[in-house]
């Protein structure tokens, strides 16, 4: 191969390996992803400051109801840096949860498995008894609508918080 061809495929192996390890938009390059950043994203408004749930959320999240008819939808709007309480949807039948990602960058993590990245568009079923977390990226907000699956005797368990340990881990 002559010394043309070796600089041409060293440079390709180079952008190609630049290419693959990008961080993805929402990253910023390292910082903080800006709530006005954030808020051209989403179709959806962020809500009002979760107050009633707080007590359930390291950092500050927001509430907005998109549907209370038939099934309840409503987005659930993360500062950087906050995640929900390990919890558990509880049900005698049916229920569970199911998240649509809308903006911004997150994570849900089950009990005993390993943390998931969430985009816009991905959608996560979760069934009633998994126990579970969800939250944004250190580095962004985060939007999911939170769609409360129709079942019996359906409530709410909150557990402990995911320690920083484990959300520091998270990259």
Known sequence: MNMKKIIFVALAAVALTSALSAKPKNQQGGKKM???EFTKQT???PGKPNDAFAQYFIGQSYLGPVSIEQVGIFTV??????????HVHQAEKGGGQI???TAGRGWY???GKEAVALNPGDCVNIPAGVKHWHGAAADSWFQHLAVEVPGEGTRNEWL???TDDIYAKLK
């Open 109 to 111: 993590q089950e009990w």
């Open 34 to 36: 800006t709530f006005e």
């Open 99 to 101: 998240l649509v990602c």
């Open 43 to 45: 179709p959806y408004n």
């Open 77 to 86: 709007t993360f500062e950087p840096g906050c995640r929900n309480n390990w």
């Open 160 to 162: 402990e918080p995911v």
